[in-house]
């Protein structure tokens, strides 16, 4: 009971693995202050707001919403701008300083899986390249470089890997992980609340949830969907590209080539109605941007819907866009997380816009 149908096993914390002593939140002298990716745009805009930005594992000018408004955030001058990363991504492009980062291949550490409750090695093939250097060994610096003191900012990697894995059923130490490779944390299946006890008020499982409530959301479960979108305009849905991990590799030739041209694909009934067929080239558009997108129609796509994959490096787009450019940035009921399933928009041949 309560156990649902599948988790995101992303919390360290369920293999025995200690997110905090990596954090290390008793370091932070105030208030723990974040917003929503969501906001990034809005946030930017005003030096009011935030004087500086430190990127790293991200790239936000490609996977982030208000795409045109973010770039012109990203523009400001008096945005002091430090960006981590192997290549020249779109955010790279607007970096007042851009670290070299070391990959994966470079450096030791500790990987786990979304949904299997397994730990596995990451093993250090060769040397960094150049001048790049690992995430935590360019914090390590700029830590030394402005005088903190505490001794957790300079723990070494093989030191946190080895306490990291003191705390999981795994007790081989990261030597013997290089050779055992991915290892499960227990035998069985773990069952998600066996003891029956449920992290509510009640310690049961709240149909009825006073919690839920005071989020502002209903007490009970509710049946809740958008309403259809109004004539002439679609939901636009924007998967995962079969060729990309969000926008990894979207800079890589050989794959850029297997993708082809950034694509809009219709039901035939939705692409007669709106004038397109395959091949054509059509303005795709809502109240914050628009892009061009060449159209492809195919009976796997319900009436009503589009689907353009997301991922594509606007930079190596020849409007300079991808799909972000379409999404506003509106927020779900819960968790503040993006609701891009319910963007909509218009797709119109580029004839009659040229018009």
């Given at each position: 009971?309560g156990?649902?149908?599948?988790?995101l096993?992303?919390?360290?914390g369920?293999?025995?693995?200690?997110d905090?002593?990596?954090?290390?939140p008793?370091?932070r002298?105030?208030?723990?202050?974040?917003?929503?990716?969501?906001?990034?745009?809005?946030?930017?805009e005003?030096?009011?707001?935030?004087?500086?930005?430190?990127?790293?594992?991200?790239?936000?000018a490609?996977?982030?919403?208000?795409?045109?408004r973010?770039?012109?955030?990203?523009?400001?001058?008096?945005?002091?701008?430090v960006v981590?990363?192997?290549?020249?991504?779109?955010?790279a492009?607007y970096?007042?300083?851009l670290?070299p980062?070391?990959?994966f291949?470079?450096?030791?550490d500790l990987?786990?899986?979304y949904?299997?409750l397994?730990?596995?090695?990451?093993?250090?093939?060769q040397?960094?390249?150049g001048?790049?250097?690992?995430?935590?060994e360019?914090?390590?610096?700029?830590?030394?470089a402005m005088g903190?003191?505490?001794?957790?900012?300079?723990?070494?990697d093989?030191?946190?890997?080895?306490?990291?894995?003191?705390?999981?059923?795994y007790k081989?130490g990261?030597?013997?992980l290089?050779?055992?490779?991915?290892v499960f944390i227990?035998p069985?299946?773990v069952?998600?609340?066996a003891?029956l006890?449920?992290?509510t008020p009640?310690g049961?499982?709240?149909?009825a949830?006073?919690q839920a409530e005071a989020?502002g959301?209903p007490?009970?479960?509710?049946?809740?969907a958008?309403?259809?979108?109004p004539?002439?305009r679609?939901?636009?849905?924007?998967p995962a590209?079969m060729?990309l991990?969000?926008?990894?590799?979207g800079?890589d030739?050989g794959?850029?080539k297997?993708?082809g041209?950034a694509?809009?694909?219709?039901?035939?009934q939705?692409?007669v109605?709106?004038?397109l067929k395959?091949?054509?080239?059509?303005?795709?558009?809502?109240?914050?941007?628009?892009?061009l997108?060449?159209?492809?129609?195919?009976e796997?796509?319900?009436?009503?819907?589009?689907?353009?994959?997301?991922?594509?490096?606007?930079k190596?787009?020849?409007?300079h866009?991808?799909?972000?450019?379409l999404?506003?940035?509106?927020?779900t009921d819960?968790?503040?997380?993006?609701?891009?399933?319910?963007?909509e928009?218009?797709v119109?041949?580029?004839?009659v816009v040229?018009i």
């Amino acid at each position: 009971p309560g156990a649902g149908l599948y988790y995101l096993n992303m919390d360290g914390g369920v293999r025995g693995i200690d997110d905090d002593y990596v954090t290390a939140p008793h370091l932070r002298s105030g208030e723990k202050k974040s917003f929503s990716h969501m906001e990034l745009a809005e946030r930017l805009e005003h030096s009011t707001n935030i004087q500086a930005l430190f990127c790293w594992n991200i790239n936000p000018a490609a996977s982030n919403p208000e795409q045109r408004r973010l770039r012109n955030a990203l523009s400001r001058e008096d945005l002091f701008s430090v960006v981590i990363d192997l290549f020249q991504t779109d955010t790279a492009d607007y970096a007042d300083i851009l670290l070299p980062a070391a990959s994966f291949l470079e450096f030791d550490d500790l990987v786990t899986s979304y949904f299997n409750l397994t730990i596995a090695p990451q093993v250090k093939a060769q040397e960094p390249i150049g001048e790049s250097l690992p995430n935590q060994e360019i914090f390590r610096r700029l830590a030394r470089a402005m005088g903190y003191e505490e001794p957790e900012l300079y723990e070494s990697d093989e030191s946190i890997i080895d306490h990291l894995l003191r705390g999981t059923s795994y007790k081989g130490g990261f030597d013997g992980l290089k050779q055992t490779g991915t290892v499960f944390i227990t035998p069985e299946p773990v069952l998600q609340f066996a003891d029956l006890q449920f992290p509510t008020p009640s310690g049961k499982i709240e149909i009825a949830s006073s919690q839920a409530e005071a989020d502002g959301h209903p007490r009970l479960p509710q049946s809740i969907a958008d309403p259809r979108p109004p004539a002439r305009r679609l939901r636009l849905l924007t998967p995962a590209s079969m060729w990309l991990m969000n926008d990894s590799f979207g800079n890589d030739a050989g794959i850029a080539k297997q993708m082809g041209t950034a694509t809009i694909t219709l039901n035939p009934q939705d692409a007669v109605a709106l004038g397109l067929k395959e091949g054509d080239e059509s303005e795709v558009s809502n109240e914050i941007g628009k892009i061009l997108l060449q159209v492809r129609v195919s009976e796997d796509i319900p009436q009503g819907v589009a689907l353009s994959p997301k991922g594509r490096w606007p930079k190596s787009e020849h409007d300079h866009a991808n799909v972000n450019v379409l999404n506003p940035g509106k927020k779900t009921d819960m968790g503040e997380s993006t609701s891009v399933h319910g963007i909509e928009v218009e797709v119109k041949p580029v004839s009659v816009v040229s018009i």
